[in-house]
């Protein structure tokens, strides 16, 4: 099929990976607009005085004048404060570590950008996400498989774990099938000015931001204490049974340990347990151990965050999770899993994970992911992501 007459709305965000994106569409023969999003501009919590959006909206627009393609910048920071800022915060004042840059996919990127573009009468939107989608045919309907991309280093499919069967029919990746050192050898060679440029840090569209001097935006400080527990605490003798696979055992070794300040002791003090989350060793300030201390379990109704020495404490691994039914999302729409079915995957709890070897038991309430190996903390409102080789087949918000 020609692409001539094909319409791509490419979401430019002054960096190498987006310009090669607009680079190839353009070559391919395809319609190419692109679009910067000016998502945020508080420049009161970004590292030094740094104002990120604005270099970043000057190199886009360079790059589209090099491809010789319209441009254009749009204002989404009030659907980015309401979709995402607002919703960071209530997440973390709850005792939740949320994910901004999966959300920013699904809410901004791939909804808001998405309508958009389709209202310039696109065809497809496009961004320079190392991924690839794939049609195929089940059952005389197309279906579109969202895979890893290429470069295993660079793969992002984790951040794209939300998208829908509609959005991946209107969405191209055009750097999914290479390599970042091939993206930026392309830059190079065709003089775009972002071939050298630094991949972007820090949250999605925001820049480089202090997480708790933002987060202080709206969370008031709380001074309360830590209190570190004993690897050879009582609380670990207990045995899991991890062959019961009724929904009240895989439940019961889902849930966090239960810890009371009795069951340590207090080594310091914390200004908010909600500035803090599982697996944190950094924030602590607290010195005077062999090993470094790290988050096991944040309390923020009695403000109070429990540590422990090294990263091998036995606070820290759990080997089942649990996703509720309705924060469940499969890509694989056409899919369906029966009540009490066991099946094998890989998944990771976090970005850049390496895929660990799982079994997810869907249950009636939800499903549980049950690991072969133990996972370091697993995170109350991370997302955990389940494939089937190089397909991401679902995900899921862990409770």
């Known amino acids: 099929m020609s ?64 491809l010789s393609i319209p441009f254009q910048t749009i204002d989404l920071s009030k659907d980015y404060q309401k979709k995402i800022v607002d919703y960071m915060f209530s997440e973390y004042k709850n005792g939740n570590t949320p994910n901004p840059d999966v959300l920013c996919n699904r809410e901004i990127k791939f909804d808001v950008f998405l309508k958009i573009a389709m ?13 690839r989608v794939k049609e195929i045919n089940k059952n005389k309907k197309t279906v579109y498989q969202l895979l890893a991309g290429k470069d295993q280093n660079k793969d992002q499919s984790y951040f794209l774990c939300q998208l829908s069967q509609e959005q991946l029919s209107k969405t191209l990746f055009p750097i999914g099938e290479l390599d970042k050192s091939e993206v930026r050898s392309i830059a190079k060679n065709e003089g775009l000015i972002t071939a050298e440029k630094k991949d972007s840090q820090g949250l999605c569209f925001i820049g480089k931001v202090k997480l708790p001097d933002f987060l202080q935006q709206k969370l008031k ?3 309360g204490k830590i209190v570190q527990i004993p690897s050879d605490s009582y609380i670990y003798k207990n045995i899991h049974d991890f062959s019961n696979y009724s929904f009240e055992n895989l439940l019961k070794t889902s849930n966090s340990f239960n810890y009371d300040i009795e069951d340590g002791e207090v080594v310091g003090e914390h200004n908010g347990a ?118 991401l087949i679902g995900s899921g918000v862990i409770n």
Not at 16 to 45: C, P, Q, R, T
Not at 119 to 131: E, Q, V
Request: glycine share 8%; aromatic share 12%.
């Open 119 to 131: 209202s310039l009468r696109a065809d497809f939107i496009a961004t320079g996400h190392y991924c």
């Open 221 to 223: 400080k709380k001074i």
């Open 274 to 391: 909600h500035f803090f989350t599982n697996g944190q060793r950094k924030g602590l300030s607290i010195g005077g151990s062999k090993d470094p201390l790290y988050v096991i379990k944040t309390d923020v109704i009695n403000n109070i965050i429990y540590v422990g020495e090294g990263k091998s404490h036995p606070g820290l691994f759990k080997k089942v999770l649990f996703i509720k039914k309705d924060d469940i999302h499969l890509v694989r729409s056409d899919l369906s899993f029966e009540k009490d079915l066991k099946i094998k995957f890989q998944a990771r709890i976090r970005y850049r994970q390496q895929l660990q070897d799982v079994e997810l038991c869907f249950k009636s309430k939800g499903v549980f992911l049950l690991f072969k190996n133990k996972q370091s903390a697993i995170t109350k409102g991370q997302f955990a992501v389940w494939y089937q080789g190089d397909e």
């Open 3 to 66: 692409n001539i007459k094909k319409r791509v709305v490419v979401a430019l965000s002054g960096g190498v990976d987006s310009s090669v994106a607009a680079h190839l569409l353009v070559k391919k023969g395809y319609e190419v607009i692109g679009v910067f999003m000016k998502n945020w501009h508080d420049e009161s919590v970004t590292i030094s005085n740094e104002c990120p959006w604005v270099e970043d909206s000057y190199d886009a627009m360079i790059v589209a004048d090099k």
